[in-house]
């Protein structure tokens, strides 16, 4: 098989599957590749290829046993920093957890080892999820592999790096306000959010409880498919997760078909603050979809305008309480002078220490939505448009079969232009954050190039909950009408650094 | 206090609360990034919305349990070995009562 790196995960999954190459030989193949580009992308926070080598040795054996019959074994995958990895350094981006390693596995962690799916290591992301950039990393930026001088989105930058500048063929990122769609988008790759409660959150390091959901990230629609069917579905050990079949998303995958279904253009996402060139893309994509045979329309959801400022409230809320475990006493760095300090002089030392400004800034935004005399006007004002919101997706999906927007407004911009203008980077989400509000599922996947900067742009479809099969029986079914033009996938255009 | 208004006094009180050691330089610029973030979002106090139920959570369950069978938890080393300090089987912690010994 030529290049191993080059290939997707369920390539590689058949090829080791008839024993043509071993998991440890895609493996190997995969650390050459970060060895060659990751000090220049800078995806990864933590490797350690020995004892990957020897995970992938164990795999190669279990498969020669006939032990293991998963779709995906002996393929590798990266995780973002985010999720609990047992004795492997976590540090969710955040100097505060520096060296700490987590006692156990998050659940994602434990089903991908047991269906034989091989770490690679840990990703780059913004510190503690909060960012859309990957520039508010404790360890440093990640760069975007179409252009190391800009930023690969974020808070998933990482992962979505790593997956773009085929480092790994799959990724685990997680989605608070578009952290897995909107790098997805400005890298060029596929990523999805599933339907809240559809993918366990047991062992992710929390942001926002209420919004918080892991799910795929690979290159293309049928990868991201794969992984979602061994990610999701019911976990005790989370009260919140969905106790009901995941849908069948490889079989829809492979339907890829979109005759007769009904797509929703929103009207409030595809307007002022979007670039041209986005937009021009997102156009050619509805006039595809619509020679496929979908019916396409455009519905309104006046609500979405609020929906940035209710995020801003009830996220920083969620995070202020969530972050308050970060205190120097049980994990993690501790500042302490040994001057006979008291724990709350401790505790207010190791936090301004350990965190960073959007870190700090998101936490006191929280402290003050959540404080007495405030709490209705904020906090409960946007849990309010949170229904509102919720009510606009209910009337679209009663006309729809799925919505469409671009992913994010605009192209990836250069390392450092919004990092000292936190309300510009927020704007980086207004297409996504709606969808976490409400807890539906989503997609973006490349939908092409924005002629004014070459840079890949990203197309969203929105399901409504638990209908995630809806998201890549459309994804697959544009996906290949896009790679028929190309003459194949975007990612193939990517450098090859 | 207007909503919205943010001064350095509050940022002080707000770092205090959530126990953050705030620079002077970090008082003063998150003084300006608060009031500029809020006076961004409270357009959302604009939407009547006094009728409309609150939503604090995507799905709608309440009261999830699980049948009441014990199972082993982490170990004591488990917790240990991440601590930054630890000792007889506690988390050791500063001091957190009274004057300085």
């Known amino acids: 098989m030529s290049d191993l790196t080059r290939q997707s995960a369920a390539t590689l999954a058949s090829a080791i599957a008839r024993r043509e190459v071993s998991s440890e030989e895609v493996t190997r193949a995969h650390f050459d590749r970060i060895a060659q580009v990751d000090e220049r992308v800078h995806a990864f926070l933590h490797v350690d290829p020995e004892s990957s080598i020897a995970r992938a040795r164990e795999v190669d054996q279990q498969l020669a046993k006939g032990e293991l019959l998963s779709p995906l074994a002996g393929v590798p995958i990266a995780f973002k920093d985010l999720l609990a990895t047992k004795g492997v350094p976590t540090t969710c981006g955040s100097r505060i957890l520096e060296g700490w390693r987590p006692p156990y596995n998050a659940t994602i962690v434990d089903k991908l080892n047991a269906a034989g799916v091989v770490s690679l290591g840990k990703t780059n992301m913004d510190e503690f999820a909060m960012g859309s950039s990957t520039e508010h990393s404790g360890y440093g930026p990640t760069h975007n592999p179409w252009d190391l001088e800009r930023i690969p989105g974020g808070s998933g930058g990482g992962s979505a790096a790593a997956v773009a500048s085929f480092e790994s063929p799959m990724a685990i990122g997680t989605d608070t306000g578009g952290s897995i769609r909107q790098p997805a988008a400005l890298t060029g790759t596929v990523g999805v959010k599933p339907t809240y409660g559809g993918v366990s959150r047991y062992g992710i390091v929390a942001l926002a409880s209420s919004l918080d959901q892991a799910g795929p990230c690979a290159r293309d629609v049928m990868d991201t498919a794969l992984l979602h069917a061994v990610i999701g579905g019911h976990d005790p050990r989370d009260s919140t997760s969905i106790n009901e079949p995941v849908p069948d998303v490889v079989a829809a995958a492979l339907k890829a078909d979109v005759r007769g279904m009904k797509i929703g253009v929103i009207k409030e996402l595809k307007g002022e603050g979007f670039q041209a060139g986005v937009l021009e893309r997102f156009n050619q994509s509805i006039e595809i979809l619509t020679d496929l045979g979908a019916e396409v329309i455009e519905v309104s959801c006046p609500h979405f305008e609020y929906a940035l400022g209710a995020y801003y409230l009830i996220l920083p809320s969620e995070a202020s309480s969530n972050l308050a475990r970060f205190d120097g006493m049980r994990f993690g760095i501790r500042e302490d002078d040994g001057k006979d300090r008291s724990v709350e002089e401790v505790m207010s030392a190791t936090r301004e220490k350990g965190f960073g400004a959007e870190v700090k800034r998101r936490i006191m935004l929280g402290t003050y939505a959540l404080s007495s005399g405030y709490y209705d006007a904020y906090y409960g004002q946007a849990q309010r448009i949170r229904t509102l919101i919720t009510r606009d997706f209910a009337y679209a999906f009663s006309r729809v079969d799925v919505l469409v927007s671009p992913t994010a407004p605009t192209t990836a911009f250069k390392i450092g232009e919004k990092l000292d203008n936190p309300l510009a980077m927020y704007l980086n989400d207004i297409a996504t954050i709606p969808v976490n509000l409400a807890g539906n599922c989503a997609m973006s996947l490349p939908i092409g190039r924005a002629p004014e900067d070459g840079l890949p742009v990203g197309l969203q479809i929105i399901a409504p909950p638990m209908a995630d099969h809806l998201l890549y029986q459309v994804g697959s079914a544009l996906e290949s009408a896009l790679a028929d033009r190309w003459g194949g996938l975007l990612i193939s255009e990517a450098p090859t650094l | ?101």
């Open chain 2, 1 to 101: 206090m207007t909503p919205g208004k943010i001064d350095s006094e509050q940022v002080k009180h707000l770092g205090k609360l959530a126990r953050l050691e705030l620079s002077p330089e970090e008082v003063a610029d998150y003084t300006l990034q608060l009031e500029q973030i809020l006076g961004a979002i409270t357009s959302i106090s604009a939407v009547a919305a006094d009728h409309i139920p609150p939503t604090s959570h995507p799905i709608p369950m309440e009261n999830v349990y699980r049948e009441d069978i014990a199972v082993r938890g982490l170990e004591i080393n488990d917790f240990a070995s991440g601590a930054p300090s630890f000792e007889d089987d506690r988390f050791r912690v500063p001091r957190i009562l009274g004057e300085p010994g």
